[in-house]
């Protein structure tokens, strides 16, 4: 009798203990995506704008839409081909990295109305004598969800 009460207490434990555990799984509904190219790509060269020591790659970038462009986060990292595993992250245009004899920075833009954004990516030389492009680099774009909060 002993031993099947001590079998009934046991299960009843062990069902209240079960029952009683919750799991709680937490999902971030809204996940970031990261897009990698190579700089100079084939489908776009940097070019200068207006001062001749400032070059330029316009990236046509559809992702960046009205949501990222209003409430979530572009960020822009480069990887020069001789340094493959290390990456430096790209401020915007008041905040610029230097890295060698370049400043890098970038700019995007979204029109309402239109599908695509875009994605600027400028290197300010600092040499001196005649400016010449950059090195080729891969570019990381990581796109980052967030929700309105409010106002």
């Known amino acids: 009798m002993k031993r099947l009460l001590l079998a009934a207490l046991i299960g009843t434990a062990a069902l209240v203990s079960f029952s009683s555990c919750k799991k709680e799984y937490i999902t971030n509904s809204?996940?970031?995506v990261t897009y990698k190219f190579a700089v100079p790509g084939a489908n776009y060269q940097w070019k200068t704008e207006g001062d001749p020591r400032t070059f330029v790659i316009s990236v046509p970038f559809n992702e960046i839409d009205s949501k990222y462009f209003d409430y979530g986060q572009v960020a822009v990292a480069i990887s020069f081909n001789d340094s493959p595993d290390f990456y430096i992250n790209l401020g915007a245009n008041n905040v610029p990295?230097?890295?060698?004899?370049?400043?890098?920075?970038?700019?995007y833009t979204f029109f309402d109305g239109k599908v695509d954004g875009n994605l600027n990516i400028y290197?300010?030389?600092?040499?001196?004598g005649t400016a010449t492009p950059p090195?080729?680099?891969?570019?990381?774009v990581t796109l980052?969800?967030?929700?309105?909060g409010g106002q």
């Open 144 to 148: 980052t969800d967030g929700e309105n």
């Open 30 to 32: 809204l996940p970031g």
């Open 97 to 107: 990295t230097k890295n060698g004899l370049y400043n890098f920075r970038t700019e």
């Open 135 to 140: 090195p080729p680099f891969q570019a990381k």
């Open 123 to 128: 290197a300010d030389y600092l040499g001196t």
